[in-house]
T-cell receptor, first 113, second 113 residues
Framework: DSGVTQTPKHLITATGQRVTLRCSPR?????VYWYQQSLDQGLQFLIQ???????AKGNILERFSAQQFPDLHSELNLSSLELGDSALYFC????????????FGQGTRLTVV | GESVGLHLPTLSVQEGDNSIINCAYS??????FIWYKQESGKGPQFIID?????DKRQGQRVTVLLNKTVKHLSLQIAATQPGDSAVYFC????????????FGKGTLLTVNP
């Protein structure tokens, strides 16, 4: 158990809909990262938050947004969903210090039908 | 641009053999590298890391080698076991003051009994 909790584990929704994925980082970790993993892709970095503030953006679509709350949990919002958004979405957290391992949650499998 | 790639997408070995998984990176500013293992349906799990001031690091049954001259990283698994079957990813931090892991596409390791 990595200590990073993601909910829900599975999500099936229709095209055009909006969903929210939730992540609780490890206790004490201030940084949260979101990654997308499609069938034929590696882990694509989406966005990073540090102590409530956006720190870096990767290949995140405009239809996607995220935030980190005062209790440090984070939510990834995906809207106007398309079939191609079907993927595994992972959240990871790291302690305050840099250059250390990132701990990953078990992921949310999103299926858009 | 930044990229991390793997030479072999699949690797099949016999139980008890040693496995070597390779990775090339292109960002010479990266100063921290991690190998992750991902089993089916699970999030990536940390295996071993290495900083750029080292060229070799050993763990339990695993060794990571870093060749900065040719920007090459490898993971060696000794006496490979069926439980080692998984997808293995290398990741680099991209250097700089902000920690962001960039992942390669992964290598599927299959261990035959």
């Amino acid at each position: 158990d990595s200590g990073v909790t993601q909910t829900p584990k599975h999500l099936i929704t229709a095209t055009g809909q909006r969903v929210t994925l939730r992540c609780s980082p490890r206790s004490g970790d201030l940084s949260v990262y979101w990654y997308q993993q499609s069938l034929d892709q590696g882990l694509q970095f989406l966005i990073q938050y540090y102590n409530g503030e956006e720190r870096a953006k990767g290949n995140i679509l405009e239809r996607f947004s995220a935030q980190q709350f005062p209790d440090l949990h984070s939510e990834l919002n995906l809207s106007s969903l398309e079939l191609g958004d079907s993927a595994l979405y992972f959240c990871a957290s790291i302690p305050v210090t840099v250059n250390t391992e990132a701990f990953f949650g078990q992921g949310t499998r999103l299926t858009v039908v | 641009g930044e990229s991390v790639g793997l030479h072999l997408p699949t690797l099949s070995v016999q139980e008890g053999d040693n496995s070597i998984i390779n990775c090339a990176y292109s960002n010479s500013a990266s100063d921290y590298f991690i190998w992750y293992k991902q089993e089916s349906g699970k999030g990536p799990q940390f295996i071993i890391d290495i900083r750029s001031n080292m060229d070799k690091r050993q763990g339990q049954r695993v060794t990571v080698l870093l060749n900065k001259t040719v920007k090459h990283l490898s993971l060696q698994i000794a006496a490979t076991q069926p439980g080692d079957s998984a997808v293995y990813f290398c990741a680099e931090n991209g250097g700089g003051s902000n920690y962001k892991l960039t992942f390669g596409k992964g290598t599927l390791l299959t261990v035959n009994p």
